[in-house]
């Protein structure tokens, strides 16, 4: 698995040319005072990250079960959209799956800085065919997420309450280490 996240990064990182054109031009996307972040609006191509990268394919973009990317028109560049305009932790991959194959406009903000290592990052806000006037909002996920999981329903964070998360809780415990490091860590992490 760090194989394949290592080639994303390459090949995400590859192309820091295309940061010559300016895609803060009509840009309405709302600022969250990240650094490196910037307004970017532009037409792209949904697609499947791990068929663009590695060329293992599926069908309707994995259905949801992996990462979307956006394959700017302009330029060629393949963008990776990790988060959507929910401030809740989320990701695009809902937004974007009824897109999958489509020619479409974004609008949001874009985090580029080669220092950092995090070029073509995006956070879509807002997502239209291309040629259509209507724009949706990518704020989609909690509401899907809600009707995917009617008995998690409560207060609090989402993931507080997911049945995957606390079932990944239950066999491997909160650091992801075993049940029985748990319990060894716990007096570190939380003394008393």
Request: net charge negative; proline share 4%; with cysteine.
């Amino acid at each position: 698995m760090w194989k394949s996240i290592l080639v994303l990064n390459t090949f995400l990182a590859a192309p820091a040319l295309a940061q010559d054109v300016n895609f803060e031009e009509g840009s309405e996307a709302r600022s969250w005072n990240l650094y490196a972040e910037y307004p970017a609006r532009f037409e792209a191509t949904v697609v499947d990250l791990l068929c663009e990268v590695a060329g293992q394919c599926t069908d309707n973009c994995g259905d949801g079960r992996r990462q979307l990317g956006l394959l700017r028109s302009v330029d060629g560049v393949l963008v990776y959209p990790n988060k959507n305009s929910q401030t809740v932790f989320s990701g695009a991959t809902v937004e974007l799956l009824p897109y999958c194959g489509q020619d479409v406009e974004v609008d949001g903000l874009e985090i580029y800085d080669e220092d950092l290592g995090a070029v073509n990052i995006y956070l879509v806000q807002k997502i239209r065919r291309v040629g259509e006037d209507e724009w949706v909002t990518a704020n989609n996920w909690t509401k899907n997420w809600a009707e995917e999981n009617p008995d998690a329903a409560g207060r609090g964070p989402w993931f507080r309450r997911d049945p995957r998360v606390l079932s990944e809780i239950a066999a491997e415990g909160y650091f992801g280490l075993g049940i029985a490091e748990d319990e060894a860590l716990k007096d570190v992490v939380f003394p008393e």
